[in-house]
């Protein structure tokens, strides 16, 4: 590490969150060919919430989820800690099915913050949550025109509660350096993400669902799920691995696994926090093309969050978490960027992990009633919420096919059944995904010098690289 504020640095080892809340007592492996009425693939928040449901609204049925390492080793134990109504695709689901439908996603997406924090209290997990909302600010005037565009988007999709708020409006509630405005939504929670996917797998474990660590699957097909230990056979087989898709035999180009990096700081003095504000924990983001999130965490430090090497190579994925020194500094210089206060402040652990991102930008859920095949993903980030609805509406979709129940108003939102085509082969992938950060952080900086108003046309080129317009 080139600072002296990053030289003690915690860099990798999963992540802070299960640096502080411990790795749980490892779950024995699959001990050989087994069956089960769904085989759920994947230990994290999309698995754990599907079985949880499941079993809650059939209690008989036989539920086994296969974990590759352990449960939340993924992006559900090292994400920003963001559950928020923000959902992946609703533009293009507009689009595709029309205002309506894609108004009755995001209402499900606001109900979802509400459910998350409901289930975590009847289950007595305990998770840091605070809902606080959901903070959005701008601090140049092209990222002020977006905001106001945003917020008045989110208005026309029903979010009749968030409010825009000017610089001074936006001073008072947290003091980020020269934001000129902000948008507000009570759609949000600051939470730990290990402390809930920890907690919610000892729930799914205590209903009599067995869970299975250290088992990773190679291969998924139809009422199979192959591993180095042996087979499960099962009606339904149900993919939930998001960001380590790719890991799966026939599925490297399904979606792609976009790495993010963090880092936390040490807790921060009273005094410090009386210059900042933030007094209402909401979890933080701007309105930059290569955008930041952040949250002020339960023993008052900031964690804060970007984009840094943004994809690796024929869509591999990291081990342990480990972030390149030059993404440290850069998530440090923009915590002094956003808090100049904060410039003597000690970095404690800086870790990174990866999203799914389909090739059109959209979360899925689906179940193909010919095969008992079934998925969900492609959160884009904002999976920490999303996967619960995801995980409701596949129990709706499975207790359909199976006879059990009828259509439910999850089973009809736009996102159900959607088809996406794949990425495109290496090294095209590869050069699209670094080209199109390029540009963004290159627009970023353009209109951090500039006074106009409108978006930098690199961030419309690299709009049409990724394939969003």
């Known amino acids: 590490m080139s600072s002296g504020r990053t030289a003690g640095t915690v860099n990798g080892g999963i992540s802070f969150w299960f640096a502080r809340a411990g790795i749980p007592a490892p779950r024995e492996p699959l001990p050989g060919d087994t069956h089960a009425d769904v085989c759920i693939v994947g230990g994290g928040y999309t698995g754990l919430w599907t079985a949880y449901y499941l079993k809650k609204a059939v209690p008989f049925l036989n ?41 009755r996603l995001q209402r499900a ?110 291969e998924i097909r139809p009422k199979h799920a192959v591993t180095p230990y042996g087979t499960v056979r099962a009606p339904y087989i149900l993919r939930c691995t998001e960001g380590f898709t790719a890991s799966v035999k026939g599925h490297r180009r399904t979606w792609l696994p976009m790495n993010s990096s963090m880092i936390v700081t040490e807790p921060l ?55 390149a020194p030059g993404t440290v500094e850069a998530l440090r210089d923009l915590l002094v960027r956003f808090f100049p206060a904060a410039a003597g402040v000690a970095v404690d652990h800086a870790w990174s992990g990866v999203l799914g991102v389909p090739r059109d930008w959209c979360a899925t859920v689906t179940l193909d009633r010919s095969t008992g095949l079934g998925w969900a993903g492609g959160y884009v980030g904002s999976g920490v919420a999303t996967a619960n609805l995801a995980a409701r509406t596949l129990r709706d979709l499975i207790q359909q096919d199976s006879g ?51 978006s930098d046309p690199l961030a419309r080129v690299a709009d049409r690289i990724a394939g969003r317009h």
């Open 63 to 103: 539920i086994t989820v296969l974990e590759a390492k352990f449960c939340g080793y993924g992006a559900s134990g090292r994400n920003g800690g963001w559950l928020y109504n923000g959902v992946a695709g609703r533009d293009r689901y507009a689009k595709l099915h029309g205002h309506d439908a894609a108004v």
């Open 109 to 218: 997406m606001n109900d979802t913050v509400g459910e998350v924090v409901r289930v975590a209290a009847e289950e007595k997990i305990d998770a840091d949550i605070h809902r606080g909302g959901v903070l959005e600010v701008a601090y140049t005037p092209a990222q002020l025109a977006r905001l106001k565009d945003y917020h008045s988007v989110e208005i026309a999709f029903g979010e009749r509660d968030r409010v825009l708020r000017g610089a001074r409006e936006t001073a008072e509630r947290i003091k980020v350096n020269g934001a000129v405005g902000s948008t507000w939504t009570p759609h949000g929670a600051r939470l730990h993400p290990a402390k809930l996917v920890t907690g919610l797998a000892a729930a799914v474990e205590a209903l009599g669902v067995t869970v299975h660590e250290s088992t990773p699957v190679t």
């Open 269 to 323: 003095p009273a005094a410090l926090w009386d210059t900042l504000g933030w007094e209402g924990r909401e979890t933080l983001g701007d309105m930059a093309h290569a955008y930041m999130y952040a949250q002020r965490t339960a023993d008052d430090r900031i964690a804060l969050g970007g984009r840094g090497v943004p994809y690796r190579f024929g869509s591999k994925t990291d081990t342990d978490g480990r972030t």
């Open 404 to 454: 059990q129940a009828g259509p439910t108003g999850l089973t009809a939102l736009p996102w159900v059944n959607h088809r996406v085509r794949r990425w495109e082969p290496e090294p095209l992938r590869w050069l699209g995904v670094h080209g199109m950060y390029a540009a963004y952080r290159a627009a970023d900086r353009r209109e951090t010098s500039s006074s106009r108003a409108d």
